[in-house]
């Protein structure tokens, strides 16, 4: 008899599904197998506030809390004499349990935090009787004439609408049956009026009204064109973002009331962590690249002990949009665009980090690769990577040997160029023997051509039959020469003067007259 057993439940919760499966509104539910019959009875838990003496924490950490027996960190903090216990009265939240003809249960809420365990996330509330409401309720009466204008125009458009004499037609059921026909031949009688499709013009209204509703639940809305993405007229990025700010301030209370229930909503579950985690936990959290980090708490160390401790939950939202990322992105490549001219070295550093703010296929690989290229290593890695260990010493070795190459170029460079300047210096020694040489024996020709003067001209002849030229003789030589040069030189500047005078026309002068005898 236990088939049935999960369909027991609260009657005002399961009254459609006990609709749909023909048991009826009864408050009895009959079990199938052994036909008993269970009364069930409703219990109501409410939540609610009233002025009673409290006792509470002053000073310390825990200042202005509900002195609660048994936490350690009031404890402490009271045997300490950081802060002491005061009794006042104050609005203390209660629970009770009841059913519609009884009180069962009334205590003090169990939470610390002594607010409403449950937080509702409004949008407006009704002055009257704090009813909540949200954003459609300033649109819904347009919504409803839009949906009534349409179904008029329709109408309107879809039926026929006649005026006529009395008499205008003979057989007046035939005319109605042939009028709904969209060929329909109408004969009138002569000298009657007949108009078919009378105020057909109201449909055009009925649509203009329309129009006008649609554009009004989108000015009551708060939601422009260029929040939904549509294009409009806007033709520059700084409109199409004034717009949408247009927007995004027209909505920004529904989007504050819904970071004021997170924080409250966050305090309270920090507060319930606060008062009841009392065990050791590790806690496994994750950054933006989805890297795992392990967190512990109440290990026995004072900072990461729950429930000895206050902090404080804060909440803050960022504007994020589809193309925020993009824009992002954007903004770092043009600001690396102009760093790379003065620094090439800053692009390559940063292009792995670059890239993996990129939304592209495939984005870890490339990043992977990028950093294999440039031996930049992930921020996310801890300890050593053997991997990383390897390249890096695979990278010095290649700087040291590159190194080692460049220093036995220079050291060969230098060999080269002792070497040259000694050959140089041994040039310059030979090339000063030889002038001391060749000076002796200018000394010993001279000596022997003044103890034989007779030899000097013979001396002469012999050299000149070798065909040497003494300096003296050279440099006549070359005087004799350039003088000839000139002189050719001269003479055909002359002769290209002549030929010009002789190519030239000669000047105008008056013809002679020659007369004839008539």
């Known amino acids: 008899g236990w088939s049935s057993i999960d369909s027991y439940g609260d ?137 009534k204008r349409a179904s008029k125009a329709l109408h309107i458009l879809s039926s026929n609408k006649v005026i006529m004499d009395e008499g205008a037609v003979a057989d007046f059921d035939a005319f109605v049956e ?96 606060e008062q009841f985690m009392d065990r050791r936990k590790q806690f496994r959290i994750t950054n933006s690249r989805g890297k795992p980090d392990y967190t512990t708490v109440n290990d026995g160390l004072p900072e990461n002990d729950i429930i000895r401790s206050k902090a404080d939950f804060v909440i803050d939202e960022q504007d994020w949009r589809a193309s925020q990322r993009q824009a992002q992105v954007a903004a770092l490549m043009d600001m690396l665009a102009k760093i790379v001219p003065l620094s090439p070295q800053v692009a390559i550093v940063t292009l792995d980090l670059l890239i993996e703010e990129m939304d592209v296929p495939n984005r870890d690989e490339l990043v992977k690769r990028i950093r294999q290229v440039t031996g930049m290593r992930d921020p996310d890695e801890e300890g050593e990577d053997p991997n990383a260990n390897a390249q890096q010493q695979a990278q010095a070795a290649q700087q040291q040997t590159a190194m080692e190459t460049q220093m036995a170029q220079l050291a060969k460079l230098k060999a080269d160029a002792e070497k040259t300047m000694a050959q140089a210096e041994e040039i310059k020694a030979k090339v000063s023997k030889i002038n001391i040489d060749a000076q002796r024996s200018a000394i010993d020709a001279a000596n022997a051509v003044t103890a034989a003067p007779g030899t000097a001209d013979v001396a002469d002849m012999m050299l000149h039959e070798a065909g040497y030229v003494g300096r003296t003789e050279g440099e006549q030589q070359a005087q004799q020469q350039a003088r000839v040069q000139q002189m050719q030189a001269q003479a055909a500047q002359e002769q290209q003067a002549q030929q010009q005078a002789q190519s030239q026309p000669a000047p105008n002068r008056p013809e002679q007259a020659v007369g004839l005898g008539m």
């Not at 219990?43 to 002025?51: L, Q």
């Not at 002491?84 to 519609?100: C, G, H, K, S």
């Not at 108009?195 to 006008?212: C, F, I, P, V, Y």
């Not at 806007?234 to 717009?243: C, E, T």
């Open 11 to 147: 009657e005002a919760m399961d009254s459609g599904e006990l609709d749909s499966t023909g048991q009826g509104q009864s408050g009895y539910l009959n079990d199938q197998v052994t036909g008993y019959q269970r009364r069930r009875l409703r219990i109501i838990e409410v939540w609610f506030r009233m002025p009673v003496q409290t006792k509470k924490m002053r000073g310390g950490m825990f200042a202005g809390e509900i002195f609660d027996e048994l936490s350690p960190g009031h404890q402490e903090a009271i045997q300490s004499g950081e802060a002491e216990i005061v009794e006042r009265p104050a609005m203390r939240m209660y629970v009770a349990l009841m059913t519609t003809t009884g009180l069962l249960y009334l205590a003090p809420s169990p939470y610390r935090h002594n607010r409403y365990p449950f937080t509702p996330i409004w949008n407006k509330r009704r002055g009257r009787d704090n009813m909540p409401y949200g954003l459609i309720r300033n649109i819904r009466d347009l919504q409803v004439d839009i949906n």
């Open 178 to 273: 042939e009028l709904a026909r969209p060929d329909a031949i109408i004969v009138k009688n002569q000298g009657k009026a007949l108009t078919l499709n009378a105020d057909r013009d109201l449909a055009a209204a009925h649509l203009d009204m329309m129009s006008r509703d649609i554009q009004m639940v989108q000015q009551v809305g708060g939601v422009t064109d260029e929040n939904l993405g549509r294009s409009t007229n806007a033709v520059s990025g700084v409109a199409i973002q004034a717009r949408q700010e247009q927007g995004s301030l027209s909505t920004s209370g529904l989007f504050d009331n819904l970071r004021l229930a997170r924080q409250l909503q966050g305090e309270k579950q920090l507060s319930l962590l």
